[in-house]
């Protein structure tokens, strides 16, 4: 048995300690946001994350996370309630077939919250590891930018300590 902390919640696993992250997420915890696309690392479409750092879900065996936070896509917001990452992607229109789009979402997340004021630049590096044939990627910039603001601390805000 296995613990971990998914989206701030405390869960047992009763996984091989040698099952990839990715396979404990879908099939014992119901969570299915993090899709596998290559199961090599190599496409990013299985990317959460795990203690503020984006890792590849498909090949982080679950043995290397017992008590560690991990967050996926369900951590970030709802359907009913989405949080400021999801709601620029659909802003912004940023999906077509969306399989991509999850692990992307993620990684921009653990950038944000590194580097709230990433640049275009820091953005696009960021992303690199993913693989996408949708043609929107200057959507999912503007997405991850639009993001940015909203996740930033507002100035009036950021003097009353809320």
């Known amino acids: 048995m296995t ?18 992250l990715l396979y404990v997420l879908r099939d014992e915890l119901g969570l299915n946001a993090a899709k596998y696309g ?6 990013g479409a299985c990317t959460v ?25 369900e951590g970030i917001g709802s359907s009913d309630d989405p949080g400021p990452m999801q709601r620029a992607f659909i802003a912004e229109q940023a999906a077509q077939c969306g399989y991509c789009i999850p692990g992307m ?3 921009a997340q653990a950038l944000l919250k590194r580097d709230p004021h990433a640049s275009d ?36 805000e950021a003097g009353t300590g809320r």
């Open 105 to 107: 979402m993620m990684r």
């Open 49 to 73: 994350i795990v203690d503020g750092k984006a890792v590849f879900s498909c090949v982080t065996p679950v043995m290397m996370l017992e008590g560690r936070s991990v967050v996926t896509v």
């Open 38 to 43: 290559c199961g090599l690392g190599q496409c």
């Open 121 to 156: 630049e820091a953005i696009r590096a960021e992303l690199q590891p993913h693989l996408c044939r949708c043609g929107t990627h200057m959507r999912i910039l503007r997405a991850i930018r639009r993001a940015a603001e909203d996740m930033r601390p507002k100035a009036a």
């Open 3 to 20: 613990t971990l902390i998914v989206n701030g919640e405390s869960r047992s696993v009763t996984a091989s300690p040698d099952t990839p």
